[in-house]
């Protein structure tokens, strides 16, 4: 069976998400990026000791993922400022939000790539003017860094323990009680999901959203 081609992927977008961690509002990507890449690295740190030839290495902290691509956004056939149209919206995910006293965080999502981050840079080039002198397209290098409650990271710890707690991203047209039938196996259980969650309204579930899934108790 062939391979389907970039043009034939599902469109990438990015949810801004809201202080509860639920998708507030969408970014499309306009054009899938050809590429991306997932670098993960360890903390280390070291410690000179006397009389030793070489430092003590120290374990500090656990992974720290980023997701680096080029965007492409391109509005000449629109004849609008590309800056009103794409590029002001990913700068607001650089400044600091009043209500959360931080910047938002966001999911980018594309196929079967779910990534729940910040975004840590934006290094934009417009590269193409209209006469009045407003660009028109422009490439924008981001750079993600993966995000995670303390509650996620203990989750994402305890995953292979006997508890077996897990995490899985909804897909669209699930609901609480369809995620509770297929983890449980019985659609009214799904009130554990929804207090391990916060979720108040438990017939708006979001694509995309990354959903802790608790033991049942006995």
Request: charged share 25%.
């Amino acid at each position: 069976m062939p391979r389907a081609t970039l043009s034939e992927l599902a469109k990438a977008v990015i949810f801004v998400l809201d202080e509860r961690g639920n998708p507030e509002y969408p970014i499309p990507v306009f054009f899938n990026p050809t590429e991306y890449n997932v670098d993960t690295s360890t903390n280390y740190s070291e410690q000179a000791l006397l009389g030793m030839d070489s430092p003590l290495v120290q374990f500090v902290s656990g992974e720290t993922e980023t997701l680096s691509m080029q965007l492409f956004v391109d509005s000449y056939e629109l004849g609008t400022d590309v800056r009103i149209v794409y590029t002001n919206h990913i700068d607001r995910l650089l400044k600091v939000d009043g209500k959360r006293h931080a910047p938002p965080q966001c999911t980018f999502v594309w196929g079967s790539l779910v990534f729940k981050s910040v975004l840590v840079s934006a290094n934009k080039r417009f590269t193409m003017f209209l006469p009045g002198g407003f660009p028109v397209r422009a490439e924008i290098d981001v750079t993600f860094r993966r995000y995670q409650t303390p509650t996620e990271q203990l989750v994402r710890v305890k995953r292979e323990s006997a508890d077996k707690t897990t995490v899985r991203s909804v897909e669209a047209g699930e609901t609480l009680t369809s995620i509770a039938a297929a983890e449980y196996g019985d659609p009214e259980t799904w009130r554990p999901i929804a207090e391990a969650n916060g979720i108040d309204d438990p017939r708006t579930l979001e694509p995309g959203r990354e959903l802790v899934i608790p033991p049942l108790e006995d």
